[in-house]
């Protein structure tokens, strides 16, 4: 069974467009993250969730924005998508009092 | 703020050898976690091994070990007998204890093995 999965692993669109990418983990955490690696491998925090509230908001601009439904799931919306957003976005969760991030697959987004 | 160096961009290693991925992180807290991530091509974050601060012993997890000095702020990763499948980027990662819990990871190290 997969402990957290995204949905869709690739994603390709066009400059303006506005597209979500979908988590959910099955594992009882009460985080959630999401975190973007860069075509360098340079994995920075975006935003984090504890219990549906927002705890993490990095200097991401404001075209990103994350909704957490329930703990289970966490999703990313991007409006007016950019050149610059493409990338791999990776989820991830874990208990906040305890140390350990379990990721999901990634999902590469591609912005021609 | 905490930060998080890993200043070997690339390394090799020959097959069954033995190799150390070095890590330094600059932090103010006495309370912290470390931890040692793999991304193989598949691009799946693997937690490799993790250390919490407050313990002196070095965490080891079979092939992989820690060589962790609190006072030098250091947190290397040693693979011994290494094989084709621990070729992938390795990260260091540092979490603190307290606040939000935040996350920081290294730049990464490429690793290639040789056979």
């Known amino acids: 069974d997969t402990a957290v999965s995204q949905t869709p692993k690739y994603l390709v669109t066009q400059m303006g467009n506005d597209k979500s990418i979908k988590c959910e983990q099955n594992?009882?955490?009460?985080?959630m993250y999401w975190y973007k690696q860069d075509s360098k491998k340079f994995l920075k925090i975006m935003f984090s969730?504890?219990?549906?509230?927002?705890?993490i908001n990095e200097t991401v601009p404001n075209r990103f924005s994350p909704k957490s439904p329930d703990k289970a799931h966490l999703n990313l919306h991007i409006n007016s998508l950019e050149l610059g957003d493409s990338a791999v976005y990776f989820c991830?969760?874990?208990?906040?009092?305890?140390?350990?991030?379990?990721f999901g697959p990634g999902t590469r987004l591609t912005v021609t | 703020a905490q930060t998080v160096t890993q200043s070997q961009p690339e390394m090799s290693v020959q097959e069954a050898e033995t190799v150390t991925l070095s890590c330094t992180y600059d932090?103010?807290?006495?309370?912290?976690?470390l931890f040692w991530y793999k991304q193989p091509p598949s691009r799946q974050m693997i937690l490799v091994i993790r250390q919490e601060a407050y313990k002196q012993q070095n965490a080891t997890e079979n092939r992989f070990s820690v060589n962790f000095q609190k006072a030098a702020k250091s947190f290397s990763l040693k693979i011994s007998d290494s094989q084709l499948g621990d070729a992938a980027m390795y990260f260091c990662?540092?979490?603190?204890?307290?606040?939000?819990?935040?996350?920081?990871f290294g730049t990464g190290t490429r690793l290639k093995v040789l056979a």
């Open positions: 932090t103010s807290e006495s309370d912290y976690y």
């Open positions: 990662a540092y979490r603190s204890h307290s606040g939000t819990y935040k996350y920081i």
């Open positions: 969730y504890n219990n549906k509230e927002l705890i």
């Open positions: 594992l009882g955490h009460d985080t």
């Open positions: 991830a969760s874990s208990l906040l009092s305890v140390n350990e991030q379990y």
